[in-house]
Nanobody, 121 residues
Framework: QGKLVESGGGSVQAGGSLRLSCAAS????????MGWFRQTPGKEREGVAL???????NYADSVKGRFTIAKDNAKNILYLQMNSLKPEDTAMYYC???????????????WGQGTQVTVSS
């Protein structure tokens, strides 16, 4: 059974930066589709960034140019660098993983417990 543990969330002012980390066990980050999703109360979970075993990353339009997803294959960790944060980025951020080559916003994922990001204006 895999396990995903997120860290790095917190409170920051608008325009600031945070880096989220997702430590994976039971999954080999380099061979997995990995992603970050976020959710606010009363809303559906939405995709933020995806990175598969092959090909480049995909980003939600709302975060393009501000967020960067990256894998550290040696440490088996997934990162999300978030710059120029906005109040509308406030959400619980979840790490997601699945094996194989299929890597889509609509795929079924294994989830971490989440880390809260709060951006104040």
């Amino acid at each position: 059974q895999g396990k995903l543990v997120e860290s790095g969330g917190g409170s920051v002012q608008a325009g600031g930066s945070l880096r989220l980390s997702c430590a994976a066990s039971g999954y080999t980050v380099s061979d997995s589709c990995m992603g970050w999703f976020r959710q606010t109360p009363g809303k559906e979970r939405e995709g933020v960034a995806l990175i598969g075993r092959v090909g480049g990353p995909n980003y939600a339009d709302s975060v393009k140019g501000r967020f960067t997803i990256a894998k550290d294959n040696a440490k088996n960790i997934l990162y999300l660098q978030m710059n120029s944060l906005k109040p509308e980025d406030t959400a619980m951020y979840y790490c997601a993983a699945r094996g194989g080559d299929y890597c889509s916003w609509r795929a079924n994922y294994y989830w971490g417990q989440g880390t809260q990001v709060t951006v104040s204006s």
